[in-house]
Nanobody, 133 residues
Framework: QVELTEGGGGLVQAGGSLRLSCVASGRIFSTYSMGWFRQPPGKEREFVAALSGGGQQLYYSDAVKGRFTLFRGTLGTKNEGNTVFLQMDNLKPEDTAIYSC?????????????????????WGQGTQVTVSS
C-alpha cells in the first residue's frame, strides 16, 4: 500500500513561486511514474505534469510549460526515492486550484494515457494553492 502526502501549498501573489512536495510512504517509488493534477474551483481535474520512473519522460500541460518544473528528490539526500517536487514559478491567478500528486505503478508513462487521472493508481489528498492578483 502506498500513501502520498502533498505539502507546500499556500497563498501567493501573482508572479510569485511555490514548491509543492509529494512524499510517499509505505514503498520506495523511485521507479514509478508520478503525475500532478489540479482542480480549479468549479472545474474538473486537469493534468499538470508527469515524470516517468526512469526520468526519461517528462511532460507538462501547455498551461504550465515553461513555468513549472517537476523533479525527484536529489540522489544521496533523505528525499531520494520517496519525494517528488513541483516547482511553480511566475504563478498566475488561473493557477489557483487544489493540487494533487498521483502514482502510476508503471515505470514508463503510457503515451496517450499519462494525462488522464485513470492512469494513476494512488492519489494524495491534495494541497490548496491560491494565487492573488
Amino acid at each position: 500500500q502506498v500513501e502520498l502526502t502533498e505539502g507546500g501549498g499556500g497563498l501567493v501573489q501573482a508572479g510569485g513561486s511555490l514548491r509543492l512536495s509529494c512524499v510517499a510512504s509505505g514503498r520506495i517509488f523511485s521507479t514509478y511514474s508520478m503525475g500532478w493534477f489540479r482542480q480549479p474551483p468549479g472545474k474538473e481535474r486537469e493534468f499538470v505534469a508527469a515524470l516517468s520512473g526512469g526520468g526519461q519522460q517528462l511532460y507538462y500541460s501547455d498551461a504550465v510549460k515553461g513555468r513549472f518544473t517537476l523533479f525527484r528528490g536529489t540522489l544521496g539526500t533523505k528525499n531520494e526515492g520517496n519525494t517528488v517536487f513541483l516547482q511553480m514559478d511566475n504563478l498566475k491567478p488561473e493557477d489557483t486550484a487544489i493540487y494533487s500528486c498521483a502514482l502510476d505503478l508503471f515505470t514508463n508513462l503510457r503515451e496517450g494515457h499519462y494525462y488522464e487521472p485513470s492512469a494513476y493508481d494512488y492519489w494524495g489528498q491534495g494541497t490548496q494553492v491560491t494565487v492573488s492578483s
